[in-house]
């Protein structure tokens, strides 16, 4: 399915629908649909027949103004043989023409007061174009008055205007046939505005660039001018391509268009100036007759001449060092497609390809599976990134693109808000089942929802059950539970000993600490307590009372794998302070608790990738645990 964010996009690129240029000789508007559902469209002579002799920036000449209701008078011959038209003096859209400048081109599109009949639609619309710059969009009474003094007037105005029901009886009702004749009108006004839109000069600079780059190979750069896109590291990394690959020199042309930029300053000022300088040098150096590697535009650039861009170039390059979800592969990616696979292309030869080289900073990067991701910093890396690229056989780029396109085309703002939807919908599924507790002061409140079957647990409750069982087993954490979580000393006071001492003694009861300490520590200190078990290192190493022998719970009693595991956090712990590693019998752990949080979490899960790097081929598992990896 086609994506509904891009389908303008795709509408734009593929020139296959009704275009009327700015030729000044007049052209005849095409029928459009009148019916919804039938869509009439040039003949492909007429097609072919606009000619261009303006830049595409020409386009910025045009308003299309597009109205409920053109600014005229219509009115039936005396004779009743056509119909005669004047201009509506007292409409604010020919006011409305006052304030903009003399060379602007002005189009007005909108419906008439009057019922044409389809015979004559068309010498009404060539009429009202060449006397009145007016484009009609002729609407069937039936969707006229549902459309307009059915759904605008007892739906959206009262919307509009704030005006809610006064009871009931004065609530209108939803009635799908005005909703649908909504619909089908905006439908012909939109093929009405196609009808007009100066899409012809996009194929007119596409031709126009394909004779201004035959026989190279063209890599696209779309960026701000910004010191975070990474302009100059891309022109570095061709320079450097250009260098290691002398074969490329003369074929392969970096095209990079820079939008203005926004703000101003030193450091923007700087980058300017490097740019410029690496331009200059890497044309001198490699430049020749007829063929510039670096051709920068650094000016406002049209939507549809960087569509044409877009159509042309073998590879887009982005290589910023920090950015969001930068949409420019995505727009790449669907330009190159042109049209979707049910419409075929005059210019399409064979299947679409084409090929992104990202930068591991920019947001879209993880959804782009089949691009070449680079660190932009390394210019090496990316110029061998850009080579390969470009090298690639047709049959991959194929692939690549197809796949591109089927994600772009797929996760579009739709699938977006209906994930996003469905996500809430999950976790909001039992919350109104819920009782929700407000707990704590200050920066320490919190809500906490919790089942409505739950019940706090009353210590006379415990009591009780306790006195009444027979046989109990009582396991005791020892961090957090019994030795508070913040406490800097953990050897357990005399306090401490003495209660869990007289639980272990009962015969009734089977007392066991649990945690992840090493068995020596825990040995040590509950020596008094003769009874108690003790399960160390989180039961990898097991002792049901000071009198037994420990038990080990893993078959595996070598741990060669720590030497290579230790140098690795050893290399991390240096990095800054706050981080510490605990030596076990049975693991290493390494700490990041008194850490800079964002930094300690970072590091952490870079270490978590470099262990399970190193140990693959070892028996031992690298878990990542709050506040540690182990």
Known sequence: MMSRSYTNLLDLVS????????????????????????????????????????????????????????????????????????????????????????????????????????????????????????????????????FYHGFC???????????????????????????????????????????VLSLADKEWRVAELKQQFEGKTVLLGVDDMDVFKGINLKILAMEQMLKQHPKLQGRAVLVQITNPAMGGGKDLEEIQVEIQESCKRTNETFGQPGYEPIVFIDRPVSLCERFAYYTIAECAVVTAVRDGMNLTPYEYIVCRQGVSESESSSESNG??????????????????????????????????????AISMADCEKQLCHEKHYRYVSSHDVAFWSRSFFQDMERTCKDHFRRRCWGIGLSFGFRVVALDPNFRKLSIDHIVSVYLRSKNRAILLDYDGTVMPQTSHNKTPSAEVISIVSALSNDTKNTVFVVSGRGRESLSKWFSPCTKLGIAAEHGYFMRWSANDEWEACGQNSEFRWKQIAEPVMKLYTESTDGFNIETKESALVWHHRDADPGFGSSQAKEMLGHLESVLANEPVAVKRGQYIVK
């Open 351 to 388: 299947p679409m390809k084409s090929m992104l080289v990202v930068s591991e900073f920019i947001g879209c990067s993880p959804s782009l599976s089949g691009a070449i991701r680079v660190n932009p910093w390394n210019i090496e890396s990316t110029a061998e990134a850009m080579n390969e």
């Open 15 to 146: 020139g296959n629908f009704p275009v009327m240029g700015q030729s000044r000789e007049k052209k005849r508007l095409p029928r459009v649909m009148t019916v919804p559902g039938v869509i009439s469209e040039l003949d492909d002579d007429q097609a072919n027949s606009v000619t261009w002799d303006a830049p595409s920036s020409a386009i910025q000449d045009r308003i299309i103004i597009v109205a409920n209701q053109l600014p005229v008078k219509a009115k039936r011959r005396p004779d009743h043989k056509g119909w005669s038209f004047s201009g509506d003096d007292d409409s604010l859209l020919l006011q409305l023409k006052d304030g903009l400048p003399e060379e602007i081109e002005v189009l007005y599109v909108g419906s008439l007061k009057v019922d044409v009949d389809p015979i004559e639609q068309d010498d009404v619309s060539q009429l009202l174009l060449d006397k009145f710059k007016c484009v009609p969009a002729f609407l069937p009474p039936d969707i006229l008055t549902k």
């Open 153 to 195: 007037k007892h739906h959206l105005w009262p919307l509009f205007h704030y005006m809610l029901p006064f009871s009931a009886n004065h609530g209108g009702r939803f009635d799908r046939s005005l909703w649908e004749a909504y619909v089908a009108a905006n439908k012909i006004f939109s093929q009405r505005i196609r009808s």
